[in-house]
């Protein structure tokens, strides 16, 4: 260990301790060892860079579920992915369907137009995002969750990391599966797939599909009606077709139907100190205020008063449902009832219309030489109609009009894949072309409180064309340097994008006074072009242990934010636009797959700190008279974090494990203008829980012959989170910490390939929120989204 530099004086120790513990197959050869398979955990397979290899021998931060992983854990939401995946977080904005991946302190503020910081891909294929935007979690090969910046070999550059959806492959023999899900909230769910040689071992074909219906966990008393209600069915088709011995094609066609509605948000707290006095406006019993804040509004147009023109005693008059006491009543009694009795105005409603097409084409070019083209095309089309505010006053909805998105992309992507100089050198250089458009209506309906109603339609259409060049190779340093398993990795990637923003004649900035209109721009556009990079060392210790060290940068470019007026200019000085993120990182890490002692262990150890400059973040408030998110750019930023994860076999019936992630996300040079305003402290770091975590076990034991059953059970917990970039200014803008538990039962005959299971989740009905909207700054409350409550189904499932 004297010869290996990692720049930390308690990671040499560490691996100088798991050195001296017995390993697996010593007497293999430094460079290329083979590890022992009895009674090891499962080796993995990921492609984090762009090639097969196993999971340990990978020198990037990756969490992998396995279809079979996905299966015995019922892993079939977005949620269900990050109890899995201590780290992730799934966050909701007004519903359970306006969600996004964080990652690493990176994702995605709502209403902000920004692109993801973490993106998913299926297939290859780069996804829009994650409501609506992903294909759903049946029939799958794996689930990778790449952390840290992806900025040289994947499509798009993303600064927190990418998750990548891998779909069963046609496989060579005739067979399938079969099964079905029955449980409480009348959940029906039922799922399959059909393996099918057409030709011998040339031409493979499966088809799978599933459906699931399921009613709301919400009751709206305002319309006794279910919120959350599922109602979806997917069907996939892939064709493997070898054309020679050397070249191969891989289609995939994935199709996804879904209907229903969203789990609603609520009201949960209450900010006196906001803009526009919503308290006051709601408390329609105390009429001298009500009245005078309408005349104020509307210029002493309404000309309301307490005898001849009570607008407040017409208001209470048609609206008899309401609390008279306003928000600040209403708070109480929501708070009262819980989250899943609700009293909302607003529609609900959700509709989505997937369809993916991956295309991969490998041809054999020499021994250790392979040319890749992927083609992709999504479209992706999803409406989303919800009540905003999260009570029965009218103050923000969709209307019926709701936010509906019309994505479409044609990606184009040609790599080569080998090994060089003597096999020294593995690398992957290519090219990628993508052409996205996008089509936003959103209708926007405020204070429905006659005669203040304000009613906005905001239609944009944004096309992004992007060109991009990459190139990354890892070189075996072991000859040069004489220290066995030492390798170097460099890649580099240029990109350019062109984004072209349009105002659409329904938008009703074109209904604006002419002072306004010459002020708008409904046409415009910018480009820009980076490199980002990679630059890594990494040792094969022994057999069993891998170290890496690793610097990365990535961006996410700038754009327009549709939800604003197409003001001219960036979101400091009241523009519409913002501008490049700037991603630095380090990371050290570790990765151990071998024994301690004589059980079986892996686990995996990466600590790592972001540099972030210009982070994009939206903040609420008046653009003039007109309620707006604003996209800005915040100057510094800083995360640290340290991650783990690992599992122990302690005997043939036994497997424990769990991981546990610390995240230190600040805001370091964070004072910043709001649409011209003075500046402000943008004080509470988003969507990143300081802690979490999770601890799992599941034991095993044999019945009869081919008969087992098995128990396992996990606990996810993670801290506060805040769903808002200025919390100091909004300080109830967060939800609390939660400890999840989950328990699956199951039999299984290997043999005879059928198998049953009952699965209950969040088994103490623990109430927890999984994110929400921090209007408090603007509109003097914040709202939550509730996560779900105690779930029970059944499994049968039969392979053949």
Request: contains cysteine.
């Amino acid at each position: 260990m004297s010869k290996i530099h990692v720049g930390a004086a308690s990671l040499a120790g560490l691996i100088a301790i798991i050195q001296s513990v017995p390993t697996f197959a010593q007497s293999a050869p430094a460079t290329q060892p083979e590890v022992s398979k009895p009674y090891a955990p499962e080796e993995i397979i990921v492609t984090a860079q762009r090639r097969s290899e196993t999971l340990e021998r990978t020198p990037v931060a990756v969490s992998v579920l396995s279809g079979a992983m996905l299966q015995r854990q019922a892993i079939v939401t977005e949620s269900d992915l990050q109890i899995a995946t201590p780290g992730l977080t799934i966050r909701a904005g007004y519903n359970s369907n306006q969600l996004n991946y964080a990652l690493r302190g990176q994702s995605l503020d709502a209403f902000s137009d920004t692109r993801p910081g973490v993106l998913p891909y299926f297939n290859e294929v780069q996804l829009d995002g994650v409501g609506g935007g992903s294909s759903a979690f049946y029939d799958l090969q794996s689930v990778q969750v790449l952390k840290g910046p992806q900025g040289t070999l994947f499509g798009r550059n993303s600064t927190g990391g990418a998750v990548l959806f891998t779909s069963t492959k046609p496989a060579r023999e005739f067979g399938g599966y079969i099964s079905g899900r029955l449980g409480d909230y009348k959940l029906r769910q039922f799922e399959g797939a059909l393996n099918v040689p057409v030709v011998s071992d040339r031409i493979l074909f499966r088809v799978a599909g599933f459906y699931e219906k399921r009613d709301g966990y919400q009751l709206n008393l305002f319309n006794n009606k279910r919120v959350g209600d599922v109602d979806r069915y997917g069907l996939r088709g892939s064709l493997h077709v070898a054309l020679s011995n050397t070249i191969s094609n891989d289609l995939v066609v994935d199709y996804l139907h879904s209907d229903g509605n969203s789990l609603g948000g609520l009201i949960n707290s209450l900010e006196p100190t906001g803009i526009v006095p919503l308290i006051g406006f709601t408390n329609f019993a105390n009429q001298p205020l009500y009245n005078f804040l309408v005349n104020y509004f509307t210029r002493g147009a309404a000309g309301c008063n307490e005898t001849t023109n009570n607008c407040a005693a017409a208001y209470a008059a048609a609206n008899p449902k309401l609390d008279p006491g306003g928000l600040a009543s209403y708070l109480a009694t929501q708070k009262a009832r819980g989250p899943y009795l609700i009293e909302s105005d607003g529609p609900s409603k959700y509709r989505g219309r997937n369809i993916i097409v991956s295309n991969i084409t490998a041809i054999d070019v020499g021994t250790d030489t392979k040319v890749r083209n992927i083609f992709g095309y999504t479209y992706l089309k999803n409406g989303i109609a919800g009540d905003i505010d999260g009570t029965p006053y009218g103050i923000d909805s969709n209307g019926t009009g709701g936010k509906n998105d019309n994505t479409r992309q044609y990606s184009e992507e040609l790599q080569l894949v080998g090994k060089a100089l003597g096999g020294k050198l593995n690398y992957v250089v290519g090219g990628f072309y993508s052409h996205e458009t996008n089509e936003n209506l959103t209708t926007s309906l405020l204070f429905e409180f006659a005669p203040l109603t304000v009613t906005t339609v905001y239609n944009k259409f944004t096309t992004r064309d992007m060109y991009a060049g990459y190139g990354q190779g890892t070189y075996d340093l072991s000859e040069a340097t004489g220290i066995a398993g030492l390798g170097i990795t460099v890649g580099a990637r240029y990109t350019h994008e062109k984004i072209k923003f349009d105002v659409l004649p329904a938008d009703t900035a074109y209904l604006a006074s002419p002072a306004e209109l010459a002020t708008y721009d409904f046409h415009q556009k910018k480009s820009f072009g980076n490199v980002s990079w990679t630059l890594g060392l990494q040792e094969q210790v022994n057999p069993n242990l891998l170290i890496y060290v690793a610097s990365r940068r990535s961006y996410k470019n700038g754009g327009y934010n549709g939800i604003q007026n197409p003001v001219p200019g960036l979101g400091p000085n009241g523009g519409n636009g913002y501008g490049l993120e700037t991603l630095t990182d380090a990371e050290v890490g570790l990765k151990y797959r071998g024994r301690l002692g004589d059980i079986p262990t892996n686990f995996n150890i990466a600590l790592y700190q972001n540099w972030i400059k210009d982070g994009q973040r939206v903040a609420y408030t008046l653009l003039g008279s007109t309620p707006a998110a604003v996209t800005v750019n915040i100057p510094k930023s800083k995360v640290t974090g340290v991650e783990f994860d690992g599992s122990i076999r302690p005997s043939r019936w036994l497997t424990l494990g769990g991981a546990v992630n610390y995240t230190d996300a600040r805001f370091t040079d964070s004072m910043v203008s709001i649409g011209g305003g003075a500046p402000v402290l943008f004080g509470t770091y988003p969507d990143t829980p300081k802690w979490s975590g999770s601890v799992f076990s599941e034991v095993n034991v044999p019945i009869h012959n081919s008969i087992s059953a098995s128990l396992r059970s996990d606990v996810y917990s993670q801290s506060l989170f805040w769903f808002a970039s200025t919390g100091n200014r909004s300080p109830g803008a967060h939800v609390d910490g939660y400890t999840l538990v989950n328990f699956r039962l199951g039999v299984e005959d290997s043999a005879a390939g059928w198998s049953v299971s009952a699965h209950l989740k969040n088994a103490f009905n623990k109430v927890y929120y999984a994110g929400g909207i921090a209007t408090g700054e603007l509109f003097q409350f914040n709202t939550v989204v509730p996560g779900s409550p105690r779930t029970f189904f059944a499994e049968a499932r039969f392979k053949f």
